[in-house]
């Protein structure tokens, strides 16, 4: 667990690498008002948007894409869920540049229901890291006292997402620690599910 | 390419590789070991999915038979084929 993961700009090649996968911490911003699916704005600390987060809707199997511009010109990630009905849902994160998985995360789902809990895996499916609400009591009070209680989650390589308090707007903050060697594609997958999908029971 | 009892065939939709991947992958997207893209591998292996495409089966052949007894063998066909078409888009759509 808290293993690094390398990220490959090999795969970039000739490509510049998108301001979206540089930031070391940006804050997912769910669009208000929006009536079908939800979509995301990311910001950097300087309110510059790095990328829009789409989730399609009417899909029987979770579909989220990740583009670099509101207009959706330019498609950054794909995020898919394996099934259409799946208690621990798996979700494969591919880099749209490049076609290439960059890897997956679960959610576990006997575990989330006192506790999110996450499992972030390769591109072969192997668990490299973990993600999960920091405090167990936090997690508890949110179940059965309010869930206006904002989240935090906790990467073990490296990584916290915060969510601000806010009763109307969902809004997820992402740092990434300094000296982490994350890929930051995945990073970005799994803030973008974790903002579409716990943000869900927010709303 | 080896393909043993724990893996399953894959084709990627780029290249049209052949590859084996684990049987627990059935469903998810997997890198082309050829091409390098990713491509989906075919199949679901969720457990509840599972019971739930058994139930709906189930609930059609319980249907078919209860229609049968009230109006008759051309009524009770009728529902199972209807049926079997239903969740055969809906398997389709998945």
């Keep these: 667990m808290g293993r690094a993961l390398p990220f490959s700009p090999s795969i970039l090649d000739g490509m510049s690498i998108p301001a979206a996968f540089e930031a070391d911490s940006y804050v997912l911003r769910r669009k208000f008002l929006k009536i079908l699916g939800a979509s995301f704005h990311v910001r950097d600390g300087s309110g510059n948007l790095l990328a829009f987060c789409a989730q399609k809707a009417f899909k029987l199997k979770e579909d989220i894409r990740v583009f670099e511009d509101e207009e959706k010109t330019k498609p950054l990630l794909t995020i898919q869920a394996r099934q259409a009905i799946d208690f621990s849902a798996c979700y494969d994160i591919v880099d749209a540049t490049s076609g290439v998985k960059v890897g997956a995360a679960r959610r576990k789902g006997m575990k989330s229901i006192l506790r999110d809990s996450w499992e972030v895996l390769d591109a072969d499916d192997h668990v490299i890291d973990k993600l999960e609400e920091d405090s167990a009591g936090m997690a508890l009070a949110r179940r059965f006292l309010s869930n206006l209680i904002p989240q935090t989650f906790k990467l073990g390589g490296g990584a916290t997402f915060k969510q601000r308090f806010n009763p109307f707007i969902y809004s997820l903050e992402v740092s990434i620690h300094r000296g982490a060697e994350i890929d930051k594609r995945l990073l970005m997958g799994v803030a973008t599910l974790i903002a579409a999908i716990e943000g869900r029971q927010d709303s | ?94």
Aim: hydrophobic fraction near 50%; glycine fraction near 14%.
């Design chain 2, 1 to 94: 390419m080896a393909f043993d009892s724990g893996s399953i065939g894959a084709t990627c939709e780029h290249c049209q590789a052949m590859f084996p991947v684990a049987k627990s992958a059935a469903g998810s997207l997997q890198n082309c070991p050829e091409c390098g893209r990713a491509t989906s591998v075919g199949g679901e292996n969720d457990p509840l999915w599972t019971v739930i495409k058994g139930a709906a089966v189930l609930g059609l052949v319980v249907a078919s038979v209860l229609v049968y007894q009230i109006g008759g063998p051309v009524a009770g066909a009728a529902v199972f084929l209807v049926g079997a078409a239903i969740l055969g888009l809906v398997r389709a759509a998945l």
